[in-house]
Structures are given as C-alpha cells and as structure tokens.
Nanobody, 122 residues
Framework: QVQLVESGGGLVQPGGSLRLSCAAS????????MAWYRQAPGKQRELVAV???????NYADSVKGRFTISRDNVKNTVYLQMNSLKPEDTGVYYC????????????????WGQGTQVTVSS
C-alpha cells in the first residue's frame, strides 16, 4: 500500500539544527496535505507544521521563526528544517500525509510514519 519513511532525527545541542525528511511511497495517486507532529514524553501528540499541496504553510506558535516545512511534490517528500533548537523541542517526530491511492477515491486516507527521535540536550 502506502508507506511513509522518516529520517534525520538525532541528538543535537541547544541552538543547533536538524533536518527531517519523510518520503511517501507505494500506490499513490495524489498527495494532499503533509504535516509534522511531535510527541514529548508524557504529553499528547501535537501538530508542529503543515503544508498543503499548493505550498501554503502553517506552524505551531512554539516553532514559528525557527522551523520551516517544505515539500517536493515530484518525490512525494516533506521536509522539516529545524533551527535554534531548544530542549523543549525534544520528542518523537511523526510525519503525516493525506493521500489518494486512486482517482476513484472520494476522500484522502490518513497515513503516518514510524517516528524519528529528536533529542536536544547539552
């Protein structure tokens, strides 16, 4: 079917940068909205950034000015450039995408990646 595979997580010092990638593959007709969520230990999953198929973006207030979401529609890939990282950015980051697998499908299906750990610590 459809798979989302994330990469780019790791350990970084406060003030550092990381770039996450998420590639969608499989039976894909069209990819609509793509987004990044994160979940810190003991907390609920929260929306970090979203990008539409047309390139419109929106961000959580906590990451505005520091994170940038982008996408490559040819590669069906979404990116999250994270700068000026803070310890409170630590968590598991999940890629999410709404995907049509057929031109007969009325509504896009929701797909999730497996998550990638981001740890910001000195």
């Amino acid at each position: 079917q459809v798979q989302l595979v994330e990469s780019g997580g790791g350990l970084v010092q406060p003030g550092g940068s990381l770039r996450l990638s998420c590639a969608a593959s499989g039976r894909i007709y069209r990819v609509n909205r793509m987004a990044w969520y994160r979940q810190a230990p003991g907390k609920q999953r929260e929306l970090v950034a979203v990008i539409t198929s047309g390139g419109s973006t929106n961000y959580a207030d906590s990451v505005k000015g520091r994170f940038t979401i982008s996408r490559d529609n040819v590669k069906n890939t979404v990116y999250l450039q994270m700068n000026s990282l803070k310890p409170e950015d630590t968590g598991v980051y999940y890629c999410n995408a709404k995907i049509f697998t057929s031109d007969l499908q009325l509504y896009a299906s929701d797909y999730w990646g497996q998550g990638t750990q981001v740890t910001v610590s000195s």
